[in-house]
């Protein structure tokens, strides 16, 4: 399994937005949870979101509820993290990854890919 292939990050001012994209390139994402981590630098990369394979369930790190949303797209194979409210401390390389079941536990599955960088700054 190829890992999976995030796009969509930039340079985004304090309170701004972005959304990241993760696409799955040869099998169906749809039975799986799908979860977004991120890694600044000198620190370990850390999960911010995941959705269950369903979508009716989604979990979020603290540092994040309420400004971040996680969502599936079943036709386009992708999932997204809408980032709403940056903040500088959200600066980071974002990746994506499948879970080993339908549902938020356990370890990411497969090898991680290239990421996407976000930086926040004004």
């Known amino acids: 399994q190829l890992p999976l292939v995030e796009s969509g990050g930039g340079l985004v001012k304090p309170g701004g937005s972005l959304r990241l994209s993760c696409a799955a390139s040869?099998?169906?994402?749809?039975?799986?949870?799908v979860a977004w981590f991120r890694q600044a630098p000198g620190k370990e990369r850390e999960e911010v979101a995941c959705?269950?394979?369903?979508?009716?369930?989604?979990n979020y790190a603290d540092s994040v509820k309420g400004r971040f949303t996680i969502s599936r797209d079943y036709d386009k194979n992708k999932v997204y993290l809408q980032m709403n409210n940056q903040k500088p401390e959200d600066a980071a390389v974002y990746y994506c990854?499948?879970?080993?079941?339908?549902?938020?536990?356990?370890?990411?599955?497969?090898?991680w890919g290239q990421g996407t960088q976000v930086t926040v700054s004004s």
């Open positions: 040869g099998f169906p994402l749809d039975a799986y949870a």
């Open positions: 990854s499948r879970m080993g079941s339908s549902y938020c536990m356990g370890d990411p599955f497969g090898s």
């Open positions: 959705i269950i394979s369903s979508g009716f369930r989604t």
